[in-house]
């Protein structure tokens, strides 16, 4: 509170900005907003001058008038076209920039300095103190993005503003806007009515999660399409707020849905429906025919009169050669072309398709496997397949956007709690993707200039409703906001941490369906003085951790953790959050199984990939299992491609009787369990084979008595995925979790 002239108290905001601007010096005095308060601006500047304006006039009861306490001044001295300078003193607030996207950022900020209750016109107060400031910013990278998914489910026109309007909030200037794929068709194309009438439908959808045995359906027919005019509206609509919508029509791959509608498309015309489950499938866009490009070109044209975008995202991805291989026009193709095999082919498809757009002055942006048989000569590489895709494209001159599963796949789970709702797989918390830089270290500094910057994604094959893409992308969009506009220097966990906590109440006043995890209690096993013990922490600093050892829930009356607990025996921790009142967030429960490896040594090689190195070796005997869902979750460790060889040391012969454990075969997300695994004594070797099969867990014991100092597995990789699943021709993934002795 401060009091104004009147020696009435005033509600001040302190500045917790996302993403945090580059500069910022704030001074002691306030500025007052309330109906004396005028505006004025230049020309170029009135989208977001007017912006500004009805923010304040709908959010509270304030009028602005026309004389120039606020005023927007265009500065061509300001480097970066997106960058600006706010300025807020006593008697004025100045904002400077060189365009109006510029100035649209300034208010962005501006905005979060206001309460909260500007967001719903809850504002009740006649005036408001701000913080007088001075903020000097400007994006780290040009291209900061959101994409979401709309072909596996659909979200209103009205949802898809709200989200454009969130991402506008934290200066993300792109949304990629997946529209096509196998399980539906969602721009409307005049030329092609059955792409409306057939492949805009499915006959039902999967219940479930994919890998749920047996396959179960609902019954309900589903789908829709976005009109032209629908289309136009959105993109309007983005472009008042400075934010380019970029279409993706996907080919050849996950085309199932407009072969369905034209089976003349496919190699074989065989009839097939729009697909009704979720993976990679064999029906893809014929590369023989002429007719498919006629077709191709048809919808691009269309395309192209609804965005002015620079770019088109024409897919590229996880595109099946097998129908290509037994196709007489794509095998015709590749003789005519002189074309080595069928990665040439579809790098051939690409290159038809970039000609035609680049004619039509248009971009292409491809997922990474558009490098594979070469790559189209002006295309921009989007990485999302690891980061070595983004390397390789860099190192062609290549510009280049990250957006790599690990780090940038909101629709992977956010959280071990098992409360969470279903996700396709994997474990990405708001602490990882804040880690992420998106420069890759493999690049050097003239490399690292074709990085265009990093793309959060949002895949729907599991998120059904508006109010779930909410949870799955708040709060990681505004960690992703935040490593794409921040400076490296400027960022801190920690820090951003506390500005999300005060974030959420805007959040909440937007009604975004954010998911907290804030008030979560992570735990880690670590050595006090050589006993196994193990910590709790939580993100936010001035709450407490109340916990039980016997497995009853924590309550109020638990007692308060205050340092690491001892390990020696089974036990089963359950911890939570809480204030003076009540608990905060959900339970946290770590179950320990005091085995013989416990606390003992152990090496790994090699050492596991550094994106899923969980708590290291330590971890694979720290009596803690890995989540039964979340492959990404600190117990498991995973190996790309590589063979690995674990060498446990129990420091002294011991006598044993089984080792057990487990690996994960999320076949969608690249994952194999091993054909077998060979187990070395002090003086014998044992190998058992582990049986193929589809569970997304797969347990293995060795069963026998035996004496031994030492045990070392060795685990061959997968091999080469095949041709037809995910990620086929690349080498699998193994993961691996505890490593139980007893
Ligand atoms: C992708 O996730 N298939 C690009
Ligand atoms: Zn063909």
Request: charged residues 25%.
């Amino acid at each position: 509170m401060i009091f104004n002239c009147d020696q009435k108290p005033t509600e001040v905001v302190a500045s917790q900005i996302i993403p945090v601007p580059n500069e910022k010096v704030v001074s002691e005095s306030y500025f007052i907003l309330s109906s004396n308060i005028g505006m004025q601006y230049d020309v170029a500047f009135k989208t977001s001058a007017d912006f500004l304006k009805t923010f304040i006039e709908e959010g509270s009861s304030i009028k602005i008038k026309d004389n120039n306490d606020i005023t927007f001044i265009k500065d061509e001295n300001i480097k970066n076209p997106e960058g600006y300078q706010l300025e807020i003193t006593p008697s004025q607030i100045t904002i400077k920039a060189k365009t109006d996207q510029g100035a649209s950022y300034a208010v962005q900020t501006l905005r979060q300095l206001l309460p909260v209750g500007f967001e719903n016109g809850s504002f009740a107060s006649r005036e408001i103190a701000i913080q007088c400031l001075k903020i000097e910013d400007a994006p780290r990278f040009q291209y900061r993005g959101m994409h979401l998914d709309v072909a596996r489910h659909m979200f209103s026109v009205e949802f898809i503003k709200k989200y454009i309007d969130a991402l506008a909030m934290l200066k993300v200037n792109t949304f990629h806007w997946h529209l096509t794929d196998d399980q539906g068709w969602r721009i409307e194309i005049k030329k092609y009515p059955k792409l409306q009438q057939t492949a805009a439908f499915r006959d039902e959808t999967l219940v479930g999660h994919f890998s749920d045995q047996p396959s179960t359906y609902d019954g309900k027919r589903y789908g829709g399409f976005y009109t032209q005019e629908d289309i136009k509206d959105v993109v309007a609509y983005a472009k008042n707020r400075h934010i380019k919508v970029i279409p993706e029509i996907e080919m050849p791959g996950h085309a199932q849905a407009a072969i369905a509608a034209y089976p003349e498309l496919g190699c074989h015309e065989d009839s097939i429906k729009v697909a009704k489950t979720w993976g990679v499938f064999d029906d893809i866009f014929c590369a023989g025919k002429d007719e498919i490009f006629v077709f191709l070109q048809d919808v691009l044209d269309e395309v192209i009169t609804l965005f002015p975008s620079k770019y088109i995202h024409i897919g590229g991805d996880e595109a099946p050669k097998t129908h290509w291989k037994t196709c007489e026009a794509c095998q015709n193709r590749i003789k005519k072309e002189g074309l080595k095999d069928e990665h040439e082919l579809q790098s051939y498809f690409i290159q038809r398709i970039e000609k035609y757009l680049n004619n039509k002055g248009k971009q292409i942006i491809g997922w990474d496997e558009i490098l594979e048989g070469g790559l189209a000569p002006n295309a921009t590489v989007m990485s999302w397949r690891g980061t070595n895709g983004a390397v390789e494209a860099a190192k062609q001159h290549h510009n280049v956007i990250m957006t790599p599963t690990s780090h940038c796949y909101f629709d992977y789970y956010q959280s071990t709690n098992k409360d969470e709702p279903l996700a396709i797989g994997g474990y990405l918390p708001l602490e990882k993707v804040y880690s992420f830089n998106p420069i890759p270290e493999a690049l050097n500094q003239e490399e690292s200039q074709y990085v265009l910057g990093v793309q959060g994604n949002l895949w729907t094959e599991y998120i059904p409703k508006e109010n779930q893409v909410e949870y799955m992308v708040f709060p990681r969009a505004l960690a992703m906001s935040e490593i794409a506009w921040s400076k490296r220097e400027n960022i801190n966990y920690e820090d951003f941490v506390s500005r999300v906590e005060a974030f959420n109440k805007r959040l909440e006043a937007l009604e975004i369906n954010y998911a907290n995890h804030l008030y979560e209690v992570e735990g880690e096993l670590i050595s006090e003085q050589g006993v196994p013990s193990y910590k709790l922490e939580t993100l936010i600093k001035d709450k407490i951790i109340r916990f039980t050892t016997d497995g009853s829930l924590p309550t109020q009356e638990s007692q308060v953790y205050k340092k690491p607990i001892p390990f020696t025996e089974d036990m089963t921790i359950t911890a939570a959050v809480f204030n003076e009142k009540k608990q905060l967030g959900t339970t946290f429960t770590e179950t320990f199984n005091y085995h013989k490896a416990v606390g003992k040594n152990i090496t790994l090689n090699p050492d596991p990939s550094k994106v899923y190195s969980g708590s290291g070796a330590q971890g694979l005997i720290n009596g803690i299992s890995g989540s039964d869902s979340r492959y990404g979750d600190k117990e498991w460790l995973g190996f790309w491609g590589d063979d690995v060889e674990i060498t446990i040391d129990l420091g002294k012969a011991m006598e044993i009787n089984s080792i057990k454990t487990r690996f994960y075969n999320g076949q969608g997300q690249w994952i194999y369990a091993p054909k077998k695994i060979e187990f070395t004594f002090d003086s014998e070797i044992e190998s058992i084979n582990i049986p193929n099969t589809n569970d997304i867990l797969v347990n293995t014991s060795f069963n026998r008595k035996l004496k031994t100092r030492f045990i070392k597995l060795k685990i061959p990789n997968y091999g080469v995925i095949p041709e037809g699943r995910q990620g086929s021709g690349n080498k699998a993934w193994t993961f691996i979790d505890e490593i139980i002795i007893n």
